[in-house]
């Protein structure tokens, strides 16, 4: 029984020393583990807040650039309404541009008619005087037969029947006898150009500023009575309208300037075209 006990007793401290060393190794293995636990938690933790921080400078960034934009859109958003306002102002000077062109074509128009009525008044007297000299124009070539002359003759003695301003015809007709009439009834045709060759001035006609703007265009022809002695035109009408009023007077104005050689023609018949 001794034996056994010493025996027991012995063994005992062997068995208590492994078990220790086994729970050491043991917690050294859990020790390991733990602290490899650890490391990989640290780990998670530092890439989550690198993952955070990444995610945290994206928004910073994206906030940022979405103010940059705005900043722009709104930047735009005025040079727009600038613009707009602009356009509006434009378009309000252009109306008022408009209005005031019309104004002055109405005006334009107005005068226009006041300077036909004034020329209507102006030529009147001198269109009731052909009258009273026609019939003893018509009688005269009853008794004396018409006889063929040079065309200087023959208007020379139209104008001394027709064409002298009204204040001398008195006098004329007491003072000098009545000439055998050599002219046709028809004065002669020639064109602008071939009347300008025979006149010292000679302005063209101008075209009115409302007909060009209108596009109207005419011809016609423009019976114009000169003085042979000066060669000043005392009478010019339109045996052929051009169709427009203010065509007509721009031509009856224009012809009524001409100076024309003396003794070179009395009445003649010039074309006139507007295009």
Excluded at 178 to 189: C, E, G, M, N
Aim: aromatic fraction near 4%.
């Amino acid at each position: 029984m001794l034996h056994l006990g010493s025996r027991t007793s012995a063994v005992t401290p062997r068995i208590i020393l492994v078990l220790s060393f086994l729970f050491l190794m043991i917690a050294a293995i859990f020790g390991l583990h733990s602290s490899y636990r650890v490391d990989a938690l640290r780990a998670d933790v530092a890439k989550a807040n690198a993952a955070r921080d990444g995610a945290e400078h994206r928004r910073v960034t994206q906030e940022t650039e979405l103010k940059t934009r705005e900043m722009a859109v709104a930047g735009e958003e005025a040079k727009i309404a600038e613009a707009e306002n602009k356009a509006a102002k434009v378009g309000a000077e252009l109306a008022q541009l408009q209005k005031e062109k019309t104004e002055l074509q109405t005006r334009l128009e107005e005068k226009q008619k006041e300077i036909d009525s004034l020329q209507k008044r102006i030529e009147e007297p001198g269109a009731a005087a052909k009258p009273s000299e026609r019939p003893g124009a018509a009688s005269t070539p009853e008794k004396q037969p018409i006889s063929p002359s040079p065309p200087s003759l023959e208007i020379k003695a139209e104008h001394v029947e027709e064409t002298t301003p009204p204040p001398r015809r008195p006098k004329r007709l007491k003072t000098a006898p009545v000439t055998p009439p050599q002219v046709a009834d028809r004065p002669a045709t020639m064109s602008i150009s071939s009347a300008k060759a025979l006149a010292i001035y000679a302005p063209r006609p101008d075209y009115p500023s409302a007909a060009r703007s209108q596009r109207i265009i005419g011809s016609g022809v423009c019976v114009v009575s000169v003085d042979p002695r000066s060669g000043s035109v005392t009478e010019a009408s339109m045996a052929q309208s051009t169709g427009d009023p203010r065509l007509d007077n721009a031509a009856i104005s224009a012809f009524r300037q001409w100076r024309f050689k003396p003794g070179v023609v009395s009445k003649v018949r010039i074309p006139i075209e507007f295009q």
